[in-house]
């Protein structure tokens, strides 16, 4: 074996494993969602499997010629990694708990086995290169340095190039084709002409599974996999789902219709504590454009500035939810911390605080140097209202409200009784003034459009946030904290 072609494999298969490392966050996103717990969950097991393939690798490597070795584990690698995500599509939906155990189980059903084949190469090719005991020290300090340089290239390319210009499927296709192909390329040079037929057919069976079995997604954006479903109770609905979360709802023919309890909260909100006519609004989130075409039919002359994250979204909230290019709207694309820097201060009639990754608030979205922000942001009556999602025993919706009303004069939590008692969770609205919040009339509010919620404030508030600690930049364990099921 040349040292350049040695060099390549080494190269290949280290990077090979990085892209697969990667895209798992996006294949197993539909299923348990983009969170710390995720790539924790993603790292932890591919490590476990380049650690172990390597161990692996290396005893093979001393017990087998290892030249005719590298052609079967080349095709296996690249054949698993085909196969991986038709097998995150087969069991995701049994993972929708998206606890610990089920990311990792998910995670090593899909990519521990790629990750170990694939990283026995190095071991292997170490044990061909070196001619010389003396220079053992220098031949595997130089391969692993390879390793290390193709895992970053694998890294880079991917994060910053791969994901923004095609979907999952084919960038795993790529990978697993040259694997295979490399793979070919070695059995026939071990002298094993005629085994090499064998991947090929293996490869193909694999490929097929890999577009036969379609996954959740409609399209896969550079941070979610999104899909729009018709309501089938209202033919004129749309659904916006983003992962696992149901996202978005737009009634194509009344842009005025809010289909989920949350905005429909917000609405008694807006309806109770803004004045009539037109507003200023600045939105943390912009999802499937719903909010801003509520405002635009039910305020004329209201003004929009959304922070949206992904321009995918924005993308599809124009082809298929009903949005489209208006003066009243400015979208700024780009994460919101950084985005909200860039927004006047005190120029906003009201804030709006709806983004997620997963069912969760982004965590630098929910520290008390954010909330800060979004305060210099609104006029001295201005308000903010935010949806969150949890669970009992409601660790996150406690710790963010305490979060809000360190900052705030006047924060009300707005929930059905059973919520606020911790005997159930949902989405909770959580609204912070530093001018006057009349929870009496909120409650009126819903009561006349037929709602059951409570507005919380004051003490009740101190009450239902107790022992909870304010989250900062420093520390913000939301992923920890947050209850994802009500079981």
């Known amino acids: 074996m040349s040292p350049w072609t040695a060099r390549a494999l080494v190269f290949l298969t280290s990077a090979a494993v990085l892209v697969l490392e990667i895209l798992a966050g996006r294949l197993l996103a539909p299923y348990v969602g983009v969170t710390l717990e995720t790539f924790t969950g993603i790292i932890g097991t591919v490590l476990a499997g380049i650690s172990l393939g390597a161990w692996l690798g290396g005893m093979a490597a001393d017990r087998l010629d290892p030249r005719r070795l590298l052609g079967p584990v080349l095709v296996a690698g690249g054949v698993l990694a ?70 970053i290239f694998g890294t880079f390319v991917t994060g910053f190039l791969l994901i923004a210009t095609l979907p999952s499927r084919p960038i795993v296709f790529g990978v697993g084709g040259a694997l295979v192909v490399s793979g070919v390329v070695a059995w026939v040079a071990g002298g094993d002409r005629g085994a090499a037929t064998v991947p090929l057919f293996l490869a193909v069976a694999a490929g097929a599974a890999l577009f036969v079995v379609d996954g959740p997604c409609d399209t896969e954006t550079a941070y979610f996999c999104a899909r729009v479903e018709v309501d089938p109770n209202r033919p004129s609905g749309r659904v916006l789902f983003l992962d696992t979360l149901r996202h978005s709802y737009v009634d194509l023919d009344d842009p005025a219709h809010l289909e989920f309890r949350y905005a429909r909260v917000m609405d008694d909100v807006f309806t109770a504590v803004l004045p009539a006519g037109p507003v200023d609004v600045l939105y943390i989130g912009g999802g499937g454009l719903s909010l801003p075409q509520y405002f635009d039919a039910t305020r004329p002359g209201s003004t929009n500035t959304v922070l949206e994250l992904d321009p995918g979204i924005v993308e599809i909230a124009s082809q298929d939810l009903g949005f489209t290019d208006r003066p009243s709207t400015t979208i700024v694309t780009g994460d919101a911390r950084l985005g909200i820097a860039e927004t006047p201060k005190a120029a906003f009639d009201l804030v709006i605080g709806d983004a997620f990754g997963g069912p969760a608030v982004p965590w630098h979205l929910t520290t008390r140097e954010f909330v800060e922000d979004i305060r210099a942001r609104l006029r001295p009556d201005g308000i903010y209202a935010l949806n969150l999602i949890d669970y009992p025993p409601l660790g996150f919706a406690r710790a963010e409200i305490a979060t809000i009303d360190a900052v705030f004069s006047n924060v009300l939590v707005i929930a059905p009784d059973t919520y606020l008692s911790g005997d159930q969770g949902g989405n909770f609205v959580v609204v912070a003034s530093d001018g006057t919040l009349d929870p009496a009339a909120i409650e009126a509010a819903t009561s006349q459009r037929g709602g059951r919620e409570t507005a919380l404030g004051g003490a009740g508030v101190v009450t239902f946030v107790a022992g909870a600690r304010v989250l900062t930049d420093d520390f913000a364990p939301v992923d920890q904290l947050i209850t994802r099921s009500g079981g």
């Open 82 to 151: 085909m196969l991986a995500p038709p097998i995150v599509t087969w069991f995701g939906p049994g993972a929708r708990a998206a606890g610990p155990t089920e990311i990792v189980t998910l995670t090593a059903l899909a990519f521990f086995a790629p990750a170990l084949v694939l990283s026995m190469v190095t071991p292997m090719v170490v044990k061909i290169r070196l001619h010389d005991l003396s220079e053992t020290g220098t031949v595997v300090g130089r391969y692993s340095a390879i390793g290390t340089a193709g895992a």
